[in-house]
């Protein structure tokens, strides 16, 4: 007995703890995976390995399976780091999960490595339109129409945020 604590046998009520414990923290842990991967000053782009990512990436986001979707655009985004369509989808995935922040981070990070990406400023609307920001919703509505992202449903979503 070490410093006048007697041993605890290990219940079956305890054991159910621990892994609910081990759980959660892997749960926790795998959160972070959104994170936007940290390149070794060693490693190259492989652009052909991003290419095959992202389109996985795509197969998973049309098929409903987000996590394995943003997963297979982050390896895209491993590979090339510049690869504004990777964060395009990647963000477009979150908001579909409703993960708008997140989203938005990624779409941002588009619209800057491609002023021209209408997608991503459409994008950006709807995530802003989900959060009740409608001033920011039209603004990212506008850029895209002006990116020659001409959609109806790109006018219709800017009508109803200068509505509100």
């Known amino acids: 007995m070490a410093f006048g604590v007697a041993p605890v046998a290990a219940t079956k009520d305890t054991r159910c703890r621990m892994r609910s414990l081990g759980l959660l923290l892997v749960i926790l842990l795998a959160g972070f995976s959104w994170a936007q991967p940290v390149r070794s000053a060693g490693s190259k782009t492989d652009p052909q390995k991003a290419r095959k990512a992202l389109e996985d990436g795509m197969h998973f986001a049309e098929s409903g399976l987000h996590s394995k979707a943003i997963e297979a655009f982050t390896t895209a985004i491993l590979y090339q780091p510049e690869n504004s369509r990777a964060f395009r989808e990647r963000g477009k995935t979150y908001s579909a999960t409703g993960e708008n922040r997140k989203a938005i981070e990624d779409l941002k990070e588009a619209v800057r490595l491609n002023s021209t990406d209408g997608a991503a400023f459409a ?24 990116r020659k992202y001409e959609r109806a449903s790109v006018y219709k979503a800017r009508a109803r945020a200068y509505r509100v």
Request: charged letters at 15%; one cysteine or more; proline letters at 0%.
């Open 123 to 146: 994008a950006l609307g709807d995530c802003y339109a989900a959060m009740g920001d409608q001033a920011q919703a039209a603004e990212h509505y506008t850029h895209a129409v002006e």
